[in-house]
């Protein structure tokens, strides 16, 4: 071929000079393999440089059809699967470079697109060790309990991390640390601009990957940060996979800042969820406080006043002579100060008051109890509190024991049946599988004789209800 010579790929055999391959020749079968549309025809005035032809996107045409436009460069990365050899029929005309790095930016373009694409992708992706499940709901059933990755005291320490994990990815892009590649590749056999065509590159395959792991750390929940590390970790491999030409790739240091702050970024959701939570349950507590001060208060109020009411009876009947009168007066009185002296005592102690047990079968299913604790005047007002909006049916009460010390007799009992909480999470939820009967074999243990305690469960509502359900679907 006039102004043509024969190029052969890396590894393979040398040939003589001015060899040409005949008609239908193909390549041995262990040869190593060319890179993805290596040129095989290249200028004769290009054959005496050490460069090779920068594979294009294109298969090469066949015979008697013209010759790509293709740069010279040379590719450094690992040979993709075997391109079909080819030659043009005459001498070609190559395109300028600018046409060509116009080409080049609209193959970057192509490729943003497909990481865009990676992102969204559907709910599985290939990994090393099999298929990954990316259903966040999945993930947290088969994950359960969320560990902490870096355990911090407060959100605010984790604000604190943050900040230093920012300042350490802002470093690694200013520095230019961030993306790795070779400083050897060449195009149009210009190493100088070869380079700056790397440097491009690397800045646009940079700023694919920030993209795709600010959207990770913006997306992410409490539960979701296995699928943002697995959807980063393949974005990594895909610019690896795309920059094999120049050896590009995410500098694995900077891969594992970001991959700590998307474990940083879970945590502190995390953190700050669990001290919403105790904040909430904090004011639930204070309010309960309050609500029974008053109580307490109101009744200390009701209390004097009855007493007063009574001496001044006893008073006038005791100037009437009538002693009947005079004795159920007097015994009232003492009743009147038996119930102030508790009522004092109780505001007094703020460790006194009732620990009850209650159900609801039409909300939680049979074998599930809430074993609490309220420093109300009349327990029977929390429970109807806890019963009236937050579950379709009220409570079923089985105990109603009152403590000089509930506090402690609560926590006992939330020890006793701590295996077998709902929430092992929040302490606070005190919901417990365990039957009636089971809690009144400890409690009984912890005070001893229990006057009172219904194991039944009435559940009425819940009975006449549901007749009227609707049937359940298949």
Not at 6 to 23: D, K, M, R, S, V
Not at 94 to 106: F, G, K, M, Q
Not at 263 to 268: Q, V
Not at 385 to 405: C, R
Request: aromatic share 8%; net charge negative.
């Amino acid at each position: 071929m006039d102004g043509y010579v024969f190029n052969p790929a890396p590894g393979w055999p040398a040939q003589p000079p001015g060899w040409e391959p005949p008609e239908g020749w193909q390549p041995g079968p262990d040869w190593p393999k060319p890179p993805a549309g290596w040129v095989f025809w290249i200028p004769a005035s290009a054959a005496s440089s050490p460069s090779s032809p920068f594979a294009p996107n294109a298969p090469l045409p066949p015979r008697g059809q013209p010759a790509p436009t293709l740069p010279v460069a040379v590719p450094t990365g690992a040979p993709p699967p075997v391109a079909p050899v080819a030659e043009p029929a005459a001498a070609g005309q190559l395109v300028a470079a600018p046409a060509e790095i116009a080409r080049l930016v609209s193959r970057v373009a192509e490729l943003e697109n497909e990481l865009r694409q990676l992102a969204a992708a559907p709910t599985r992706v290939q990994s090393t060790d099999g298929l990954v499940d990316l259903d966040d709901e999945r993930v947290l059933q088969e994950v359960g309990i969320y560990r902490y990755h870096h355990p911090l005291e407060t959100s605010q320490e984790y604000r604190d991390r943050l900040q230093e994990i920012q300042d350490r990815i802002k470093g690694g892009i200013k520095g230019g640390t961030a993306v790795l590649a070779s400083d050897m590749f060449t195009f149009n056999n210009s190493l100088a601009k070869g380079r700056r065509m790397t440097s491009d590159y690397s800045k646009l395959m940079l700023r694919a990957y920030n993209g795709e792991a600010d959207t990770c750390v913006r997306s992410l929940r409490a539960g979701n940060v296995v699928t943002a590390k697995k959807r980063l970790e393949a974005s990594a491999d895909v610019i690896a996979r795309l920059g094999a030409m120049m050896e590009m790739r995410i500098n694995p240091d900077y891969h594992r800042i970001r991959v700590e702050e998307i474990e940083l970024t879970a945590d502190f959701l995390m953190k700050v969820q669990e001290e919403k939570e105790k904040a909430r349950d904090e004011r639930e507590r204070l309010r309960e406080e309050r609500k029974a001060e008053q109580e307490l208060a109101a009744e200390r109020e009701r209390l004097d006043k009855e007493h007063a009411h009574y001496l001044n009876a006893l008073q006038a009947v005791s100037a009437s002579g009538d002693q009947g009168a005079v004795a159920e007066i007097t015994a009232r009185l003492v009743a009147i100060d038996a119930a102030i002296k508790h009522n004092d005592f109780r505001a007094a102690n703020i460790r006194a008051g009732y620990v009850y047990v209650i159900s609801n079968t039409g909300a939680f299913g049979p074998n599930v109890v809430k074993i609490g604790m309220t420093r109300r005047l009349e327990p029977m007002d929390r429970v109807r509190e806890l019963g009236d909006a937050s579950v379709p049916f009220p409570f079923d009460v089985h105990a109603l024991f009152f403590s000089a010390d509930a506090v402690t007799l609560e926590m006992e009992l939330h020890h006793a049946f701590h295996a077998v909480r709902l929430n092992h999470i929040n302490d606070r939820r005190e919901f417990f599988f365990a039957a009636p009967s089971a809690v009144r074999i400890v409690l009984a243990e912890k005070v001893g004789n229990l006057l009172e305690f219904a194991e039944a469960v009435e559940a009425t509502q819940y009975l006449q209800s549901k007749k009227y359900w609707p049937a359940p679907s298949n």
